[in-house]
């Protein structure tokens, strides 16, 4: 038993920005629990016996209960939490949110997260030159289909749908974040461009930036 949220995370895991920024949103205090993936300490025995994937993040509810998997979290929070809300009201909007939100979750950020670009060393021998080029390559090829999207669909607003934040918005600005690392150019997107640093000044995402975790170095 906790009595409060416990966030397992790691200061630079996208997936943990994501969640950091969704309880931060809807106000919701947490405790966080880091991990050095630099020591691997996200495979040791404890916490592999919490999530067997060796992943961030978990959330730990207040009844001991693990969530896995940033957007199952995202959702949870939203039925749980409801205000403010990050998805709209309405079916279609509901359902173009978490399309634009799984392009980020699901197609970009996964071949691209440490395991696979540590495998690319390791298996492959990539020098740092050329596991910055594969990052660099599936991030242009996702953000143009992105910036497609938000630039030519009438329910964009000052956010990714609409004027209000959403899963979708979180999304991109965790994995804007995350490409900063490896200097990926924003300027050919500016409809994502100008959207992520609208999300930078709410104090939401600002809290949820790697610098101002614990674990940060």
Not at 49 to 73: C, F, M, W, Y
Not at 95 to 110: K, N, Y
Not at 143 to 168: I, P, Q, V, W, Y
Not at 187 to 214: G, K, Y
Request: glycine fraction near 4%; charge should be negative; proline fraction near 6%.
């Amino acid at each position: 038993m906790t009595s409060r949220l416990l966030l397992h995370s790691f200061f630079r895991s996208s997936t943990s920005f994501r969640v950091r920024a969704a309880l931060a949103a809807k106000e919701l205090e947490f405790d966080q629990e880091t991990y050095n993936f630099r020591e691997n300490a996200q495979r040791s025995e404890n916490y592999l016996k919490r999530n067997p994937q060796g992943l961030v993040p978990t959330l730990t509810l207040q009844d001991g209960e693990d969530i896995h998997q940033s957007l199952a979290i995202l959702e949870w929070l939203e039925e749980k939490h409801p205000h403010p809300p990050l998805l709209p009201a309405d079916a279609s909007g509901r359902a173009r949110v978490r399309s634009l939100a799984h392009t980020i979750a699901l197609d970009i950020h996964p071949i691209n997260n440490l395991r696979v670009l540590n495998r690319l060393r390791e298996q492959f021998g990539a020098d740092d030159e050329q596991v910055k080029t594969w990052f660099l390559h599936w991030i242009s090829l996702g953000f143009e289909a992105f910036e497609t999207r938000l630039a030519n669909e009438a329910d964009t607003g000052k956010f990714c749908h609409g004027d209000s934040l959403s899963m979708a918005d979180i999304c991109l600005v965790a994995q804007s974040v995350n490409n900063q690392r490896f200097g990926f150019d924003e300027t050919p997107f500016p409809t994502i461009r100008n959207i992520v640093e609208r999300c930078l000044q709410i104090p939401a995402f600002q809290s949820a930036m790697p610098s101002a975790q614990p674990d940060a170095v």
